[in-house]
């Protein structure tokens, strides 16, 4: 450790300089991109009648926990560039090398840092960012009407009970408290043509089946639309298999969507995307580790050389790289192209040995 950080004033000088310029460009970018959002989806949320500046302030509440967690790898890679390029443009990096440091001693204070924003940035994302996302899905779900009590509520649900098809706008609770909220019950013959259509604005669990409270129903052939009174369908579908359904890993920190990945794959069902998000939510925040080696490159070579502006460019396009690769192989693993694991993984280890390669080869 003493060769990695030979000076305690040099290693607080480089990670108070990068400290303060990730949380400056951190706070630039959620204000710009916050404004521009505000700017798409104010008018839905004041559209609603009753709403107002209470509830756009919420929305921002709601949403900026979001945009820091996106953003925050982003503006470690930024603010790795802000600090090389002006300690080169001075010469700084020049007088550290004269005293002996080696390159990886140059960058051991940021990376340090790095590691530490992404130990911060994984507890921020499991203990605010899912609820944020949770509660804000939520409540778009029903158009920025009245805000939904509880954050584990899940909205837009289709469940087959053989041919016929039982779908609910929100769900609340869970085991046999939950309640269907906008429920609607398609009944179809077996070349799945709707025979008759029921409505209710609520439906309980019947042990077996789902019982509808003031329900109305249409019949298709006769076009007559009743209202039977509470009746009880869809006997074939269960709690669980409500609970397991409409699995969604932003809404989820990493033990609720570890034991939901567990409750699916008994159930037969295909969990490999929800794996590779669930090592991503590892891997993700320690993309900031990565920043300050891939955009290192700005901080080597003899400033008046001329090159250090393309440095910065090369640093900066190591790094967004990164972000697209990362991006995309979290996608094809989506699909099944690649097993979980290395959906989540590959891109961080192979950026780690570009990056690593190019300092190595340039500056060691």
Do not use: C
Not at 69 to 80: D, E, N
Not at 199 to 228: N, Q
Not at 241 to 261: E, G, P, S
Not at 306 to 313: E, V
């Amino acid at each position: 450790m003493m060769d990695l950080f030979p000076s305690r004033t040099l290693t607080l000088y480089l990670s108070r300089l990068f400290i303060t310029r990730i949380l400056g460009v951190l706070v630039m970018l959620v204000l710009v991109l916050q404004v521009l959002d505000l700017l798409s989806e104010s008018g839905n949320i004041l559209a609603h009648p009753g709403n107002g500046q209470a509830q756009i302030w919420h929305y921002v509440t709601l949403r900026a926990p979001q945009l820091v967690a996106r953003f925050l790898p982003y503006s470690v890679l930024l603010a790795t560039l802000f600090t090389f390029f002006p300690l080169n443009q001075n010469s700084e990096v020049i007088a550290m090398r004269a005293a002996g440091l080696s390159a990886h001693q140059i960058l051991a204070p940021m990376l340090a840092t790095a590691l530490v924003v992404s130990g911060v940035s994984f507890m921020f994302n499991e203990m605010v960012v899912t609820r944020a996302t949770a509660d804000l899905k939520a409540w778009q779900n029903v158009q920025f009407g009245e805000i939904p009590n509880e954050p584990a509520e899940r909205t837009n649900l289709y469940l087959a009970d053989g041919y016929n098809i039982l779908g609910a706008d929100t769900m609340n609770g869970s085991g046999k408290a939950i309640r269907l909220h906008g429920v609607t019950w398609y009944e179809r013959d077996p070349q799945g043509l709707i025979t008759r259509r029921v409505i209710a604005p609520l439906a309980t669990y019947a042990a077996p089946g789902w019982r509808l409270d003031k329900p109305e129903s249409f019949d298709v052939a006769s076009a007559v639309l009743t209202r039977p009174g509470p009746m009880v369908v869809a006997k074939g579908i269960t709690p669980a298999q409500i609970d397991i359904t409409q699995a969604d890993a932003d809404r989820m920190n990493l033990f609720q969507l570890h034991r939901t990945i567990q409750a699916l794959r008994a159930g037969g069902r295909r969990t490999s995307d929800l794996e590779s998000k669930w090592w991503h939510k590892i891997s993700g925040p320690l993309s900031a580790l990565l920043m300050p080696l891939l955009g290192s490159v700005a901080a080597f070579g003899l400033a008046r050389s001329g090159q250090l502006f393309i440095r910065a460019i090369l640093g900066m396009a190591l790094g967004f790289t990164y972000f697209v690769v990362d991006n995309l192989s979290l996608a094809v693993g989506n699909f099944g192209g690649y097993p979980p694991l290395v959906a989540a993984w590959a891109p961080f280890i192979l950026f780690l040995l570009v990056g690593e390669t190019v300092l190595v080869r340039t500056e060691e």
